[in-house]
């Protein structure tokens, strides 16, 4: 299998190295793409659906939290002959269970995002197409989820082992803390490096989605590697602009009314605060949403896409065994 170097992906970002995407004329896209009647349309069952996740999962690492301090004195009572093996497994058995659906909500949660995306990206393709709740219903319904958890899964360990050797370094020099902060450091940058290196993924699947039938899903996020070969700066501009800053000024505002409230010993102020962050938060997540579409179709028209999948997938007759009989 031919490698894909550094001057493949020159040839195919050739442009987008050259002016990447306009802060400008993704302002004015941004804008227009924001109607008030349609953005509530979507924002009520968004919104909804992330606060019923919020409460699922606090709730859930609330209980997850009571069992760990249970096995802890599970541990002591063992110690004093006061409680058998099988009743400290069993509670370690429930707290495993209670993170597993922990995860599981927050899985589908991901896929309802991953719904709004493709939403959002026929939106910008189609005007007359628009998202209400039972067509966000009807798309998540629809996405291939166990192709999404493989992607999901794919991107983590990768980010995971990236981090490893430093995770080492830290732990065996854990006295020096000059060490560990730097380790620490550095893997905060491959998080984000790695992040926008693959940040595409999910956009470059579906272009193809036919072809990953049957097919390792880690090819979406070496196409990504590639598309974002000369976007990646851009991109983290663009984020910064449109999606963190916004909420970085709504965490500092209901950050800040809640630390008066501390200040002041003002309780009620403390829970105004955490409840406006929370639902400014809802009211904002079609747009964040909106703007990692929207940022792929800006760039998509840049790039020859179709080349990027060169040598990735496999044929269909290694797939089927065909290939491999005598």
Request: aromatic share 16%.
């Amino acid at each position: 299998m031919k490698l894909f170097n550094r001057g493949q992906a020159s040839k195919f970002n050739s442009t987008a190295k050259l002016d990447g995407i306009s802060i400008k004329d993704f302002a004015k896209s941004l804008k227009g793409m924001v109607s008030r009647k349609e953005y509530m349309m979507t924002m009520w069952p968004f919104a909804g659906y992330f606060i019923i996740w919020l409460a699922l999962t606090g709730l859930g690492l609330y209980f997850a939290y009571m069992m760990l301090a249970s096995l802890s004195m599970s541990l002591m009572y063992i110690m004093y002959g006061m409680m058998s093996m099988t009743s400290l497994l069993f509670t370690l058995l429930e707290f495993l269970v209670v993170l597993f659906l922990v995860a599981a909500v927050g899985f589908l949660f991901m896929c309802l995002v991953v719904a709004v995306q493709f939403g959002y990206q026929d939106r910008i393709n189609d005007e007359n197409k628009q998202l209400t709740p039972s067509s966000i219903w009807q798309r998540f319904k629809h996405t291939r989820k166990n192709q999404l958890l493989r992607l999901c899964l794919y991107s983590g360990l990768f980010i995971f082992l990236w981090q490893l050797p430093l995770r080492v370094v830290a732990t065996i020099w854990a006295s020096n803390k000059i060490v560990v902060i730097t380790c620490q450091i550095i893997n905060y940058v491959i998080v984000i490096w790695k992040g926008l290196q693959y940040s595409q993924a999910v956009y470059l699947y579906r272009y193809k989605q036919p072809a990953f039938l049957g097919q390792s899903m880690r090819h979406a996020l070496t196409v990504s590697k590639r598309y974002m070969a000369g976007f990646k700066f851009n991109l983290l501009l663009v984020g910064i602009l449109f999606a963190y800053l916004p909420v970085l000024v709504w965490g500092a505002l209901t950050g800040g009314l809640a630390y008066y409230g501390e200040y002041t010993a003002t309780n009620p102020l403390i829970w105004i605060g955490a409840v406006l962050f929370v639902l400014g938060y809802a009211v904002m997540m079609p747009y964040l949403t909106m703007v990692s579409a929207l940022y792929f179709e800006k760039t998509k028209a840049k790039i020859k896409v179709d080349g990027l999948y060169e040598d990735t997938f496999k044929p269909v007759e290694e797939l089927t065994g065909e290939a491999f009989k005598d």
